[in-house]
């Protein structure tokens, strides 16, 4: 099984995150929106899940906002591989991803990379060209930023199972981890 761990972003927001993709075209993009504190791997056997699942149960949070950002292409403007949406879940984010973390590596699962938070949108099969615009002697990339901010309460995160199709990922909730 391919797992990770996530925070769901609400059915509420859904259509601003489908506003911001139709912003760039080209890319492929997500159906479902989340937030992943960690992978965990692609060939995970069933008879982890109870390990998993415990490891999580004892982690304790409060309910916690996270404020969407900017619309950004990773890894770079000049070549970018997608598109996501910076997040700040300020301190209360950083301190779950990093017991989530915690309590995974006790049980063998080690982070992939370094947590980072945001929202992906879409990958692109091919980069594409950069609309640049010339302003005196330099030239810039042309920015889409977003300047409405939107927020949305975390009071859960999940253990998802992602399955890889040639339609794109689909993923199914394995277990539900809320606030106490």
Not at 59 to 64: C, R
Not at 154 to 174: A, I, W
Request: with cysteine; net charge positive.
């Amino acid at each position: 099984m391919r797992l990770f761990i996530s925070i769901t972003v609400p059915k509420e927001l859904e259509d601003y995150c489908r506003q911001i993709q139709r912003r760039f075209p080209g890319m492929k993009n997500v159906d479902e929106f989340h937030l992943t504190v960690q992978f965990l791997g692609d060939n995970i056997g069933e008879n982890f899940l109870p390990r998993i699942t415990d490891a999580l149960k004892s982690i304790t949070f409060e309910p916690f906002e996270i404020k969407l950002g900017e619309a950004r292409k990773f890894p770079s403007e000049f070549r970018p591989n997608g598109v996501w949406i910076d997040c700040d879940g300020g301190d209360a984010l950083r301190d779950l991803a990093d017991r989530i973390r915690k309590a995974m590596d006790k049980i063998g699962f080690r982070p992939d990379k370094p947590f980072a938070a945001h929202i992906t949108l879409g990958r692109y099969k091919k980069p594409p060209v950069p609309e640049i615009q010339k302003r005196g002697s330099r030239l810039q990339l042309i920015a889409t930023p977003q300047k409405e901010k939107k927020t949305f309460l975390v009071d859960r995160f999940y253990l998802m199972q992602s399955q890889l199709t040639p339609e794109g990922p689909e993923y199914k909730n394995l277990a539900e981890f809320p606030t106490a």
